[in-house]
């Protein structure tokens, strides 16, 4: 059964406006949250994370945010750009081991 | 450069041959992992390892196996691969347990 789920496959947003991506997780035990980027035929990219201590962690346009009593992990890209056009994974450990979404590919247009 | 090197990066076996795949990061990193990309399930882990002798399993352990016998590689091995076996795979390495994983470009292994 999936524990992370990113239930938009897809996302398309203007250049310059925000973009929001959105994941649910079931298991109360994750402690750690983050971010990936992917682009085609290549591994994926580390954008940002969040511990389950905090509520929102940014880095210059990206910022995480994280519901806890929801379950509920949000990533912001604000001002979206052309280049952002990827797909997103988020990501969410217990220890050592980690657990993904499917991916949410992000279209930014021009 | 900081990278994770995986190789091949393509294989197209038979049912039952045995293959390694490896993986070598030049980081000096505690951490590595071996995950499954599959459509519509993400990416999954396999195994991984803490430090050098050091391993455990993943989310989807089984058919593969494992070795740390250096800090830097960290091969997978299936030992009679199958057709569900069939998928992108990727390494990926971190000097922290807490934080994000530097990844390979990928296997994209095909059993037929």
């Known amino acids: 059964d999936q524990q992370v789920k990113q239930n938009s496959p897809s996302l398309s947003v203007q250049e310059g406006r925000i973009s929001i991506l959105n994941c649910d997780y079931t298991?109360?035990?994750?402690?750690?949250f983050l971010w990936y980027k992917k682009y085609p035929a290549e591994g994926p990219t580390f954008l940002i994370s969040?511990?389950?201590?905090?509520d929102k962690n940014e880095d210059g346009r990206f910022t995480v945010f994280l519901n806890k009593s929801a379950k509920h992990l949000s990533l912001h890209i604000v001002p979206s750009q052309p280049g952002d056009s990827a797909v997103y994974f988020c990501?969410?450990?217990?220890?050592?081991?980690?657990?993904f979404g499917t991916g949410t590919s992000l279209t930014v247009i021009p | 450069e900081a990278q994770v090197t995986q190789n091949p990066r393509y294989l197209i076996t038979v049912t039952g041959k045995k293959l390694t795949v490896t993986c070598s990061q030049n980081?000096?990193?505690?951490?590595m992992s071996w995950y499954r990309q599959d459509p519509g399930l993400g990416l999954r882990q396999i195994y991984y390892?803490?430090?050098?002798?050091?391993?455990d399993k993943g989310d989807v352990p089984e058919g593969y196996k494992v070795s740390r016998k250096e800090k830097r590689n960290f091969p997978l091995i299936l030992e009679s691969p199958s057709p569900n076996q069939t998928s992108l795979y990727f390494c990926?390495?971190?000097?922290?347990?807490?934080?994000?994983?530097?990844f390979g470009s990928g296997t994209r292994l095909t059993v037929v």
């Open positions: 990926a390495s971190s000097g922290s347990f807490n934080y994000g994983y530097t």
């Open positions: 298991n109360s035990m994750f402690d750690y």
């Open positions: 969040i511990s389950s201590i905090k």
């Open positions: 990501a969410a450990s217990t220890g050592n081991q980690f657990y």
């Open positions: 980081m000096n990193h505690e951490y």
């Open positions: 390892s803490m430090n050098v002798e050091v391993t």
